[in-house]
């Protein structure tokens, strides 16, 4: 039996469409006729995206001991990307088309071209995805520069300093969140493959005879990390990429796939880099990239297990398992099933009239929130639209506070997914939230 689920085919559409409308993810420049499969984050898209980066850095650093952080530089000289490998392979094989002229991948068209049907192309030609600059006024090879493809090289550059200041021993970590940048030739599916994008790596340094089990630790690590913040199991699977399909680096790699509109696709790559990183770095910049274990009196180079993910990429991902439609009290209504990590905003502070009696208490109420929660505000409207205003981005719980708020002291908390409400006194409802989030 197929359990692959069925996926609504306009999914996309919709979560493009809300996107946009309620300030999610905004496309860029658009104001100038926008800048092709380039995006800005909007009010919510910016909590969401910090969320899904906090919970990462969460898991990967602030609740382990044996990983630490780190915030390295976007733009480096050429010399980083010649020790990577980077500069000679980091290409993808570009062919026109003569008769309609459209420049595509050439391992993405099955010979025919996608805009004309043509059959007739130009050889291949490899096409660097990275992007070049200069750093600093005078041209030339010492001042070329490159915006980085992939955070992990600022880890491995920093893997001696890393391991002298915080006297870490293998197996440990160095993680690392930011933006990374690649020429892509067709970038698609909205933030999907974008060619600005965000990444969360985290390189794990083990002895190399232990490689293979941690390499097996961390595919199950990252896809519960999938699967805790709420990401059905129906949706996700792991891929091992055949022996021919490996990056220059890598000697396995799994992805955590995720079941997009389009299909199965790449969420997540976790790959065993071996020794190949350290290894060249060490030889290109004669600085030795090793690790000396007194106790077995024995110095190796540490093989390096790495699972890198995508922020943006990620975030697409909760948001497309998160949408649904479904119905309440006969009306129609879009919920985004985000878990309470994600939403952009966790609760919504909603005074049921806009008579000046309730404005003194709906401020305390939100003054007392948002130490702790992200917090919406909103007296605009009848409060069944402003429910389903909160349920469209996400937010698990609405506080209404009505006029026997000034008597009792309580407000109404109602939950977004069972629509079940419950009288919660004032004094009590950071805890009612922290319990409720704990639970
Ligand atoms: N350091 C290894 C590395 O960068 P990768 O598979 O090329 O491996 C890791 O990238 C993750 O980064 C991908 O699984 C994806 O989530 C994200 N990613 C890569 N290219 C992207 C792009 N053009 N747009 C959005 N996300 C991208």
Redesign the pocket.
Known sequence: MDATPELDPDLLDKVVNLAKRRGFVFQSAEIYGGFRSTYDYGPLGVNMLRNVKNAWWRSMVQTRHDIVGLDAAIMGPSAVWAASGHLETFTDPLVDCLVCKERWREDKIDGVCPNCGSTNFTSPRAFNLMFKTQAGPVEGEGSTAYLR????QGIFTNFANVLSTTRKKPPFGIAQIGK?F?N?IT?QNF?????E???M?MEYFVRPDSADEWYRYWIDARFNWYLDLGIPEALLRKHEHAKEDL?HYSKG?T??EFLYPWGWD????V?NRGDYDLSQHSKFSGVALDYFDQAANERYTPYVI?P???A???LLAFLLAAYHEDEVEGETRTVLRLDWRLAPYQVAVLPLSKKPELEGVSTEVLNSLQPHFMCDYDVTQSIGKRYRRQDEVGTPYCVTIDFETLNDRAVTVRDRDTTTQVRVPIADLTHHFWNLSTS
């Open positions: 493809p992939e955070t992990a990374s690649r892509e970038p933030v999907f493959r974008t060619r994008f965000e990444q790596e990056s790699t992805d955590v790449e969420l997540e790559g790959a790495e890198a993910a995508g943006t990429r990620a």
